[in-house]
């Protein structure tokens, strides 16, 4: 038997143990967590298990609570308790959770929006971004202005990586570590973008160094790059937990 079979073989040993000590399936994350194993092995050794046959033991039964210890009272306070316990007293609710109001946030996007983008588009314009012929030779008279990509991709990018960073589903903790990294980078970048189109722009500057055109230049494919692959690692794990 090779080695990469019997590794496999003990992970499928080590989660049956684990099953038969928690009396009940353990779940993806946890055999990931547990063993420190990727998440295709950890839902292998799941499905290898299920497929076999093997189901986990059902629980112990609870030791039987130990009765109340009897005390013995005079038959007149008795009866003034059971008179007490029959008395109905206020119902009790519990007070309902307060949601926090959404509508300041709101606000500060759209200010937030504004800023930024026009601080992007400018920001291209001084470094090669603008209008071109979208369809040459097909539709001469369609144009957009190239300079919009750097919003769209920046700021969408750090949206997309905060919400699989901070989402509560079961994400992989590789897939989970990209997301924080790469969100924390772009918003990184977002605010060196605004930094340099506002001290080129105060210093009246029309045209940037070279230095910043080469970078602003690159973020399209460095955003589309780091876009593709969070979406890679997010559908691994969908089909992972699938198959298991």
């Known amino acids: 038997m090779s080695t990469a079979a019997a590794t496999d073989a003990d992970l499928v040993e080590q989660v049956r143990a684990l099953a038969v000590e ?8 946890d055999v990931m967590r547990a063993f420190r194993v990727p998440a295709p092995r950890a839902g292998a050794a799941l499905f ?3 497929r076999a046959g093997f189901t986990p033991p ?16 005079e038959p007149a306070a008795d009866m003034e308790q059971q ?14 959770a307060r949601r926090v109001a959404r509508w300041p946030l709101v606000l500060i996007a759209l200010g937030a929006f504004v800023a930024i983008w026009s601080g992007w ?24 202005n190239t300079a919009v990509v750097l919003p769209l991709g920046v700021e969408a990018y750090a949206t997309f990586a905060l919400r699989a960073w901070l989402t509560t589903a079961p994400v992989s903790p590789r897939a989970r570590t990209f997301a924080r990294r790469s969100a924390i980078g772009a918003l990184i970048l977002g605010g060196a973008g605004q930094i340099a ?25 460095v955003v589309l790059g780091c876009g593709a692959a969070l979406a890679h690692l997010l559908q691994d794990d969908v089909t992972t937990e699938n198959e298991s």
């Open 58 to 73: 059902d629980k112990p039964p609870d030791r039987p609570p130990e009765p109340p210890p009897i005390t013995l009272v």
């Open 121 to 144: 588009v400018e920001l291209g314009r001084l470094t090669g971004f603008g209008p071109v012929e979208l369809l040459p030779g097909i539709a001469d008279g369609w144009t957009i």
């Open 83 to 96: 008179d007490a316990r029959t008395v109905p007293g206020p119902e009790q609710h519990p007070a309902p």
């Open 48 to 50: 290898q298990l299920r």
């Open 22 to 29: 928690r009396s009940e399936w353990p779940s993806q994350s």
């Open 197 to 221: 189109y506002h001290l080129m722009a105060a210093a009246d500057v029309t045209v940037a160094p070279w230095g910043v055109t080469a970078f602003v230049s690159c973020l399209p494919v």
